[in-house]
């Protein structure tokens, strides 16, 4: 996996594209997700269905990974079994 790559769910209709690549398997919905269209859908683990957000980021408690979330779903984003956290916006600075 590099940045720029898109990942696409195979139980939901989630898509990601990689800003920061790192080592581990990125799942959706429980399911590890793939580059191209999948075949048929499986069905959304319910510890992983909490839905993910268009246009938030999602990073992993190191922040190693981050993923730019292009189009939401129902099934809710992991790498290695750990839920993915939305990132959070940096503040901007005062303009006194």
């Not at 990125?26 to 069905?43: F, L, S, T, W, Y």
């Not at 683990?45 to 999602?58: L, S």
Request: include cysteine.
């Amino acid at each position: 996996m590099k940045p720029g790559t898109r990942l696409k769910s195979v139980v939901c209709d989630t898509e990601v594209m990689v800003i920061r690549a790192g080592d581990g398997t990125i799942a959706c919905g429980g399911a590890p997700m793939v580059e191209g269209k999948p075949a048929d859908r499986g069905q959304i683990d319910p510890a992983f269905a909490e839905g993910t957000r268009i246009g938030k980021r999602y990073v992993d408690s190191e922040a190693s990974v981050e993923l730019l979330c292009v189009k939401a779903g129902q099934g809710s984003l992991s790498l290695g079994g750990a839920a993915l956290q939305v990132k959070d916006a940096k503040p901007l600075p005062s303009s006194d």
